[in-house]
């Protein structure tokens, strides 16, 4: 067994992923596209901010053909697939550059690792772009994608090709992996980078910021839901309808408004 950081944390999993090794290795299995790259950019922002919001992508690798943008999220947000689309649509619209054309020249694709889970409980969510006519048959004239992967979903069904990346990813959350477990070299040379020996001080400074946040949003949240299933009670609203609004089963409900945090 290898003692290693979770890569629940963005500047873990940052750390791992920027390898042009690992990250070509991730985008083939999961894409099924070869890159020809020789770097992987880290936080990366465009020039000219596109909308109101300037965006930050975690992990961005370009080719002559492709855009390949890859980040990571541990917290729950409830607004997730919409952010991730409005980063991807960034990532589209930042190559217009007239009116005259407005067909991007690089394909884009985003893949979105959400190692918290996620309300739907799949292992694999696909938002592409491909017009397709009323009966379901696609046209090949737009293959942009957003593909999100929740390694806790892991399953029989899961593409062989995921399945390992998957499951190292969620391995590696509790800070221990059997590295006997996994065959991919790309795999391996994860676990290297995040042997817990090897984290420098200042990585560790940023994992404790991370997890100081989370806990914070999480504290938030908690008594955002709890103030919302509180009004609802009071207006007599049905346990069901609550447990459908809330995404919360009725024993954390039960327990949530057990919790005396006030």
Same mark, same amino acid.
Request: charge should be negative.
């Given at each position: 067994?290898?003692? $290693?950081?979770?890569?629940?944390?963005?500047?873990?999993?940052?750390?791992?992923?920027?390898?042009?090794?690992? #990250?070509?290795?991730?985008?083939? =299995?999961?894409?099924?596209?070869?890159?020809? %790259?020789?770097?992987?950019?880290?936080?990366?922002?465009?020039?000219?901010?596109?909308?109101? $919001?300037?965006?930050? #992508?975690?992990?961005?690798?370009?080719? +002559? +053909?492709? !855009?390949?943008?890859?980040? &990571?999220?541990?917290?729950?947000?409830?607004?997730? /697939?919409?952010?991730?689309?409005?980063?991807?649509?960034?990532?589209?619209?930042?190559?217009?550059?007239?009116?005259?054309?407005?067909?991007?020249?690089?394909?884009?694709?985003?893949?979105?690792?959400?190692?918290?889970?996620?309300?739907?409980?799949? =292992?694999?969510?696909?938002?592409?772009?491909?017009? !397709?006519?009323?009966?379901?048959?696609?046209?090949?004239?737009?293959?942009?994608? &957003?593909?999100?992967?929740?390694?806790?979903?892991?399953?029989?069904?899961?593409?062989?090709? /995921?399945?390992?990346?998957?499951?190292?990813?969620?391995?590696?959350?509790?800070?221990?992996?059997?590295?006997?477990?996994?065959?991919?070299?790309?795999?391996?040379?994860?676990?290297?980078?995040?042997?817990?020996?090897?984290?420098?001080?200042?990585? !560790?400074?940023?994992?404790?910021?991370?997890?100081?946040?989370?806990?914070?949003?999480?504290?938030? $949240? @908690? +008594?955002?839901? @709890?103030? %919302?299933?509180?009004?609802?009670?009071?207006?007599? &609203?049905? *346990?069901?309808?609550?447990?459908?609004?809330?995404?919360?089963?009725?024993?954390?409900?039960? =327990?949530?408004? *057990?919790?005396?945090?006030?």
């Amino acid at each position: 067994m290898k003692q $290693v950081a979770s890569l629940r944390y963005g500047v873990i999993f940052k750390k791992a992923f920027c390898d042009v090794m690992v #990250f070509k290795g991730f985008v083939r =299995d999961i894409l099924g596209i070869q890159l020809d %790259i020789d770097k992987v950019e880290t936080e990366k922002v465009f020039d000219t901010v596109i909308g109101s $919001v300037k965006t930050q #992508f975690d992990l961005f690798a370009e080719d +002559k +053909k492709k !855009r390949i943008i890859v980040d &990571i999220q541990h917290q729950r947000h409830i607004d997730h /697939y919409d952010r991730f689309l409005h980063y991807h649509c960034v990532a589209l619209l930042e190559q217009i550059k007239s009116s005259s054309d407005y067909r991007a020249n690089l394909k884009v694709y985003t893949i979105v690792v959400l190692t918290s889970g996620d309300k739907y409980k799949k =292992d694999v969510l696909i938002t592409d772009f491909s017009p !397709r006519d009323l009966s379901g048959n696609k046209v090949n004239e737009i293959a942009h994608k &957003i593909i999100f992967l929740c390694p806790k979903y892991v399953n029989e069904n899961t593409p062989e090709s /995921y399945r390992e990346w998957l499951e190292a990813i969620e391995d590696s959350l509790d800070g221990e992996v059997d590295e006997s477990h996994y065959k991919l070299a790309e795999i391996q040379q994860v676990f290297r980078h995040i042997e817990r020996d090897d984290i420098s001080p200042d990585e !560790r400074a940023r994992m404790i910021e991370e997890y100081h946040l989370e806990e914070a949003i999480d504290e938030g $949240v @908690k +008594k955002a839901k @709890k103030t %919302i299933i509180k009004n609802m009670l009071a207006k007599n &609203i049905s *346990m069901a309808t609550i447990v459908e609004v809330t995404n919360l089963t009725a024993n954390e409900i039960e =327990d949530l408004l *057990m919790n005396n945090d006030e």
